[in-house]
């Protein structure tokens, strides 16, 4: 309980500190804003934007750049812009706000440091990503109509500069200026060299600039928004109709037997934690995390196995973490220099562990030294690496089996489908037993059924409740006692790696202990605090700037931080976006032309704004 009202205190911060609206300043202006619009062939809009920013005053943080992510098409449907690709040119932290019932939402950039003032009144920040969901189709063209700047900035644009570039070349264009509303054209539009160039002085408060571009018809493809249903009252809520039902209905059994029910390790009687001797007779662990002694090393086990050790589950994590140590130890290199990040093939030899093969081969068909693979989500139909990652985690799952670590191994679903089945089943049987109940309450009162069905069915409910939590404690597997031994030290390395400071770190010289532990850092969840601890031992002249693995701009200054590592490589092996879907005209997003007569400023997709903090 106090661990939950903790993180709920926790989050409560975090909510309060993104929500909160910076403070502006009077006198805040952009002296420039340049936006570079880049459409590709499958219909991708590429951005970059360079924001140079003057402060009214010194002692500012930095500045927030907001991105509208969801908007009303419409009376019963919502459009929604699919942002990917971040990168910006200082530390920042993005968080999502909605409003209006859900139906809209923004994504802030909120770009600087908390406990870093600037000295200047003059910055330049640059922002780069990619939007799905943004053209509209019609029979005779594709379209970019898009609220460039959006109306919520707190500081005056003085200069706007926005360049569409789209296939085949930008047939014609179209720029409005000024509030929601506004028919007022921008200072300049025009077609110059196939592209579309378009600028603007003078943005003030709640004004904007709306650019519009017509594209070949044909030109790209997925070129329609992509629409989805309003949110209901449950999705608002993030929930559903059986969890409803079933969470009131069994809560308080799942409590007692959270509580009663534990399936515990094996572990060697008498060892110190960490220890093993097949020889010595095997209890039932009752040791707890604190009192496992703190290990200097990791133990001598692929990163992988250790990550379904600790957690009884395998995922990107653990992929992620092999590719960093298959670069480590040199089996490839990864490359940031260009615009798209990429792992290059240098030795494959030195993979020898059957999960790593496997990877390797779902990345690089063929294993030929020098091939290159992009780390990003893959294209429509492409399910090449989501197997290739199905693959790499079954061979994990038989790795440890073969090691004789679990006396029961972990299911890797977790119960997976045939779980949601009870619960349904469980759901249904709640929702109609209320609905007859309500009934029979309002025309007849309480029937006399009422004893039996509530005596027979809510231990009915119940004993479900027991046997679902049962099977799904169940499903993590049991460790063996050597499987225990070894889980000890990963766990004690996990101590050391959380807690040691760059003062305390223990390693020889030359050594690059940041990549040494890099993969570990990374199944441990900590991957940014050990890239800040190894930061200092950069600054300190202790570490060498940039591990040997990498390529491109210098790694502590990339943007491209640890835990990102993550998430890029969890959207690289994830299955491929569905394709886009057309939607039905209708008013804020919406498909109707910029080139209509009712076309107007802020009546195009995307939108939000920016400020100073």
Sequence with gaps: MRR?????????LSVVWFAAPAAAVPGDRVTRLAIDYTVTPDGVLRVQETIDYHFAETGRHGIYRDLVIREPNGSDKDQRYDVSNLKVSDTFTTATTKSNGDRNEVLRIKIGSADKTLRTQDTSYRISYEVRGALRHFADHSELYWDATGSRWDALLSQVNVTATVPRGVQRVRCLAGPTGSTQPCTSARVTGGKGLYAESGVGRGEQVTIVAAIAAGAVVNDGPIVVDKPGFLDRNGLSLPAVIVSALTTAAALVIRKLYVVRDLRYDGLPPGTQSPSARTVKDTLTEDQLPVAFSPPRIPVAEAGLLLDAKTGTTEIAATLIDLAVRGVLRIDNSGKKRKAVLRHPELATAPHERRLLKGLFPGLKPGKEALLEQR???????????????????????????YVRMPKPSNLGSSSVGVWLFVGVFGLIGSIIGIVALVKHGFPSWTGPVAAVGLPVIAMLSLWITLAR??????????????????????????????????????????????????????????????????AAGQLTPDPGWYVGPSYYDSGWSANLVTNTVASTFSDPPSPSTSSSSGDGGGSSSGFSSDSSSGGGGGGGGGGSW
């Design 473 to 538: 404690k169940r499903a993590k597997g049991q460790r063996s006692a050597a499987g225990r031994a070894v889980t000890d030290q990963v766990i004690g390395f996990r101590k050391y790696l959380t807690t040691a400071e760059a003062d305390q770190l223990k390693f020889e010289e030359g050594e690059d202990i940041f990549s040494k532990y890099l993969p570990w850092a990374i199944i441990f969840g900590i991957a940014d605090r050990w890239q800040q601890v190894c930061r200092q031992l950069v």
């Design 4 to 12: 939950a009202l903790a993180l709920l205190a926790c989050t409560l």
């Design 379 to 405: 294209r429509a139909g492409d399910s090449s690496l989501a197997m290739a990652a199905n693959r790499t985690v079954t061979a994990i799952y038989k790795q440890v089996s073969d090691r004789g670590w």
